[in-house]
């Protein structure tokens, strides 16, 4: 007696939302790993960061987004483009809000939503609203409210109130999004976490160190980029040499530190996860630059951009 599998799902799905939302965390608790940079810090994320779920039934691929937010410069431009860019090739949108944030204050949330209220009502594409940091409220019933509003905002769309901390409402959520994928075979193989080259995820690294051990006193334009990578056929350890750009004195003084204490921190840091992300012995060294207005500097931003090799981008 033969049995009919179920078809295979597989198709993308695009993270979006205001800053800060959780977008980065949400994808690295539902791979299981980590792919994106996670800040304290609003607009962390500032490319499209892919990152592939493969079960045995569907393939869901994410595409984490740099949070939508009023563009001021031509970096700030660019990552707005970016995420609305995503929504182009999606299958699914799934709209990730903060709901701890807007049970506090309601009256941020049609502020805070109104450019993505009309670039995702589309009837042709299943969109799910996703209520974040649930875990952060102790009274549930204040969630009321929020939900009220969403579905006023988005009428048709599935709301899933979750916790990318806790894994609370992720099962049901993610069964949701399978479920809504096309039939597909898969586009990537089974174990195929991300498509960004490992030279971009390392920059990624560093510069998440560097918003964690600096934090309010980081400058905002600062970037990372990975100027050598040097690979020994015998040992098969990795030497990376990154530079931290900034644009001013002051903020190389900044990430530096008193005696280079900042500098070493993060190196240690960034260094240790950088291992366990290749599996093997690396060694990094860092070093500090001044660009000015490199975040205004086209070419310059664009040479920081990974190939993602997603089909059709």
């Known amino acids: 007696m033969s049995t009919t599998l179920p078809p295979f799902k597989c198709g993308l799905v695009a993270l979006i939302g205001p800053p800060n939302a959780g977008k980065s965390t949400f994808l690295n608790k539902c791979l299981g790993r980590k792919v994106a940079i996670v800040s304290p810090l609003p607009q962390t994320t500032r490319n499209r960061i892919t990152g592939i779920l493969s079960e045995k039934d569907a393939q869901v691929i994410f595409v984490d987004t740099p949070g939508i937010h009023k563009p001021r410069g031509k970096m700030n431009r660019a990552m707005v483009h970016s995420a609305w860019q995503s929504l182009e090739s999606a299958d699914v949108v799934g709209i990730i809000i903060d709901a701890d944030l807007y049970a506090r204050h309601p009256d941020f949330f049609a502020n805070d939503t109104a450019s993505l209220h009309g670039a995702t009502t589309d009837a042709t594409r299943p969109v799910f609203i996703i209520?974040?940091?649930?875990?952060?409220l102790g009274d549930k019933s204040r969630l009321l409210p929020l939900l009220e509003a969403a579905d006023s905002t988005w009428p048709g769309a599935e709301i899933f109130p979750v916790s990318s901390a806790s894994g609370e409402g992720l099962p049901q959520l993610l069964a949701a999004i399978k479920n809504a994928l096309p039939e597909s075979p898969p586009l990537f193989p089974e174990d195929m976490l991300s498509?960004?080259?490992?030279?971009?995820?390392?920059?990624e690294i560093i510069r998440e160190k560097l918003f964690l051990f600096l934090r309010q006193e980081?400058?905002?334009?600062?970037?990372?980029?990975?100027?050598?990578?040097?690979?020994?056929?015998?040992?098969?350890?990795?030497?990376?040499h990154a530079v931290i750009y900034v644009a001013k004195s002051t903020h190389k003084a900044m990430v530096i530190g008193h005696a280079g204490r900042n500098i070493k921190q993060v190196g240690q840091s960034a260094r240790k996860e950088i291992m366990e992300l290749l599996?093997?012995?690396?060694?990094?060294?860092?070093?500090?630059?001044?660009?000015?207005?490199?975040?205004?500097?086209?070419?310059?931003?664009?040479?920081?951009?990974?190939?993602?090799?997603?089909?059709?981008?």
Request: charged fraction near 25%; avoid cysteine; proline fraction near 5%.
């Open 218 to 240: 980081l400058p905002y334009s600062t970037a990372v980029d990975i100027e050598a990578w040097e690979e020994d056929a015998k040992s098969g350890h990795v030497t990376i």
């Open 279 to 313: 599996g093997r012995k690396a060694h990094l060294q860092l070093w500090v630059k001044i660009k000015e207005n490199w975040a205004d500097d086209h070419a310059f931003l664009h040479s920081l951009e990974p190939a993602t090799g997603m089909p059709g981008w």
């Open 195 to 203: 498509t960004l080259p490992l030279r971009f995820m390392a920059a």
């Open 131 to 136: 209520a974040n940091k649930v875990d952060l």
